[in-house]
């Protein structure tokens, strides 16, 4: 009998060991449940996206420009480029071309005798590596009134011809670059929240498209009980079956 006592010590050795190792799993209390998308009105028969053409979007290219070499974008004046576009698309006030008539008067005028480089709209130049292809892009922004901005990327192709692969115009708070991604933060029609779109190239139209869009809450913003923060689609809490409304918790067509 006096082996027992021993043995239950011996037993209890391997757990006293693994409460002192700090290397062990430790418990972090209970987490949610898990719950993937939940497909609503399953029963409707849904839009179809034609597939994107093998060859993708044809290239913009920008006429009336000597080609660059090697590819070597920042060859390329700027303010010639945007007034060579200017004089490709006459009188566009729509579209990617679309200009005010006193912003193509305003960008004519650049570099004139007696005009002051800050008053043109062309601003500053901006390049970076937008496709991968370990070459930078040109980037260009055209102001325009009512803090409206024209935001245009070009690349060179092998033969040094510029083509466009970006061009929009919005009423725009900020643009910044995060990597290869030309960022536009506008604001987004609910005070004290901006809407931030992401700019990104796409391979297969070999173009940039917008990917990626949010609306946040600036910092330091206060709360306005007249304007609440932007819900995400679906119902809070607990995930659950989503129903119909107007049917009183019962499903369409089903029995009470």
């Not at 757990?15 to 719950?35: H, I, Q, R």
């Not at 922004?141 to 040094?160: F, H, Q």
């Not at 009423?171 to 604001?187: F, Q």
């Given at each position: 009998?006096?082996?027992?006592p021993a043995l239950l010590c011996l037993t209890a050795l391997p757990l006293l060991a693994g409460c002192g190792d700090t290397g062990g799993l430790v418990g972090a209390g209970p987490t949610p449940t898990a719950s993937g998308p939940v497909h609503l009105w399953p029963e409707r028969k849904?839009?179809?996206?034609p597939p994107a053409e093998p060859g993708g979007a044809p290239p913009e290219y920008v006429p009336g420009l000597a080609?660059?070499?090697d590819q070597n974008v920042h060859e390329v004046d700027p303010l010639a480029l945007v007034q060579a576009e200017l004089r490709a698309h006459p009188g566009a006030d729509v579209g990617p071309d679309g200009m005010p008539a006193e912003t193509v008067a305003a960008v004519e005028a650049c570099g004139k005798e007696g005009r002051p480089p800050k008053d043109c709209p062309v601003l500053a130049p901006y390049y970076r590596d937008l496709t991968g292809n370990g070459r930078d892009e040109l980037i260009v922004g055209i102001e325009m009134p009512d803090r409206m901005m024209s935001v245009r990327a070009y690349t060179a192709d092998a033969d040094g011809r510029l083509n466009r692969i970006m061009a929009t115009t919005q009423t725009l708070v900020a643009v910044e670059l995060a990597g290869r991604?030309?960022?536009?933060?506008m604001p987004s029609?609910?005070?004290?929240?901006?809407?931030i779109t992401a700019w990104s190239w796409d391979e297969k139209q070999r173009t940039m498209l917008p990917t990626r869009e949010q609306i946040v809450r600036l910092p330091g913003a206060a709360q306005s009980p007249s304007a609440p923060a932007p819900q995400p689609p679906g119902p809070s809490g607990p995930a659950?079956?989503?129903k119909p409304s107007g049917t009183s918790g019962t499903s369409a067509g089903s029995a009470p």
């Amino acid at each position: 009998m006096r082996a027992l006592p021993a043995l239950l010590c011996l037993t209890a050795l391997p757990l006293l060991a693994g409460c002192g190792d700090t290397g062990g799993l430790v418990g972090a209390g209970p987490t949610p449940t898990a719950s993937g998308p939940v497909h609503l009105w399953p029963e409707r028969k849904g839009a179809s996206v034609p597939p994107a053409e093998p060859g993708g979007a044809p290239p913009e290219y920008v006429p009336g420009l000597a080609p660059v070499h090697d590819q070597n974008v920042h060859e390329v004046d700027p303010l010639a480029l945007v007034q060579a576009e200017l004089r490709a698309h006459p009188g566009a006030d729509v579209g990617p071309d679309g200009m005010p008539a006193e912003t193509v008067a305003a960008v004519e005028a650049c570099g004139k005798e007696g005009r002051p480089p800050k008053d043109c709209p062309v601003l500053a130049p901006y390049y970076r590596d937008l496709t991968g292809n370990g070459r930078d892009e040109l980037i260009v922004g055209i102001e325009m009134p009512d803090r409206m901005m024209s935001v245009r990327a070009y690349t060179a192709d092998a033969d040094g011809r510029l083509n466009r692969i970006m061009a929009t115009t919005q009423t725009l708070v900020a643009v910044e670059l995060a990597g290869r991604d030309v960022i536009l933060r506008m604001p987004s029609g609910n005070p004290g929240y901006e809407l931030i779109t992401a700019w990104s190239w796409d391979e297969k139209q070999r173009t940039m498209l917008p990917t990626r869009e949010q609306i946040v809450r600036l910092p330091g913003a206060a709360q306005s009980p007249s304007a609440p923060a932007p819900q995400p689609p679906g119902p809070s809490g607990p995930a659950q079956s989503p129903k119909p409304s107007g049917t009183s918790g019962t499903s369409a067509g089903s029995a009470p």
